[in-house]
């Protein structure tokens, strides 16, 4: 069997769960409101984001470029999904093009448990020159970083010192 296998459904499918000092209305503003989303995934700066279904939220990579993801889902302060066309900078995430990312959030007594899955990749057509920044494994290990700079930005207001960096930075080091 080939390790290069992307269609197998233990390839499709990513999930991620952190426990998070921090009561799920401000997880909730860390997920979908600009100033936020700029800090803990973007490079700082406020990331436009028109939060309702159908609506855009743009997610700045810098040298990975900017990401128009499509919001599905919005059900305050417990679930959060868009569609992510990390494979195709610039293009409006639609059905064909993209990923599926949901966000879960759970109250645990006076925190949250945030739990992050992201689907679709054995479905999505990668062109080689983004397989590294748009795979399946790249996704992995950047979701790893990732839910890490979520429960620090949220518990102290700040990401210096989190683990990961953006999803298409931290690879496979998580």
């Known amino acids: 069997m080939s390790e290069n296998t992307t269609a197998a459904p233990e390839r499709d499918r990513i999930e991620k769960e952190i426990d998070i000092a ?14 936020h989303v700029g800090a803990w995934f973007g490079l700082g700066e406020p ?3 028109d939060l309702r279904p159908g609506g855009t939220m743009f997610l700045d990579h810098g040298e990975h470029g ?11 302060p417990r679930r959060f999904a868009y569609r992510w066309a990390s494979a195709y900078p610039g293009e409006q995430a639609g059905e064909d093009n993209s990923t599926l990312v949901e ?3 759970t109250q645990v007594g006076d925190g949250t448990r945030l739990r992050v899955v992201e689907t679709g990749f054995a479905a999505l057509s990668i062109p080689e ?11 992995e290990g950047g979701w790893e970083g990732q839910v890490v700079n979520i ?6 207001g700040k990401t210096e010192g989190a683990a990961g960096g953006s999803c298409e930075d931290a690879g496979t080091d998580g």
């Open 151 to 156: 429960k620090t930005y949220a518990e102290t």
């Open 103 to 105: 966000f879960t959030l």
């Open 22 to 35: 921090a009561p799920p209305e401000r997880v909730w503003a860390v997920l979908t409101e600009p100033e």
């Open 47 to 49: 990331a436009p984001v």
């Open 129 to 139: 020159e983004r397989r590294a920044t748009a795979s399946y494994e790249s996704h």
């Open 66 to 76: 900017q990401f128009p993801t499509t919001i599905v889902t919005v059900e305050p």
